[in-house]
């Protein structure tokens, strides 16, 4: 992955916004989300800032649907299994098969920890949408 932006630590970081779906209640688990972003962000090499916002379970739906309509979308998102390829289905997807592409260049572990499965779940018109985490079949 190349640096977002190359022009050194001086210059003004990207700002991602990302939406978390609080899928529990449990403030252990928002937590340990706000942790891990602030190591992130505490640690990226990329100039970088990730922004995260919890979003209610309940509701998040509907709440996702009318901010994209709107145009207010974050720009990384959790959501539900189907939801990937709904937004793609509209032109609401980024294609994330560059990502996918170059774990295979590095031969990744990422690899042998995911099923492809779950890769061709998140395809869409031979376009990866979206990327598998604490999924099921």
């Known amino acids: ?25 449990k ?6 989300v706000e942790q891990l972003v602030s190591r992130y962000n505490s640690e990226n090499k990329l100039n970088v800032q990730v922004n995260p916002t919890m979003i209610s379970w309940d509701g998040y739906y509907e709440y996702y649907l009318q901010s994209v309509a709107a145009g207010d979308e974050p720009d990384l998102c959790s959501s539900a299994m189907p939801q990937a390829i ?7 997807a980024l294609d994330l098969t560059p ?9 990744s572990s990422i690899l042998e920890e995911i099923d492809q499965e779950y890769f061709d ?14 999924m099921d079949f």
């Open 1 to 25: 992955v190349q640096p977002a932006n190359p022009a050194g630590p001086d210059a003004a970081k990207i700002q991602l916004e990302f939406w978390e779906a609080e899928w529990s209640q």
């Open 27 to 32: 403030f252990e688990y928002r937590t340990a």
């Open 86 to 92: 709904q937004y793609a289905s509209k032109g609401y």
């Open 99 to 107: 990502i996918l592409d170059e774990w295979r260049t590095e031969e």
């Open 121 to 134: 779940y998140f395809t869409y018109h031979d376009k990866l949408v979206g990327l598998p985490f604490g």
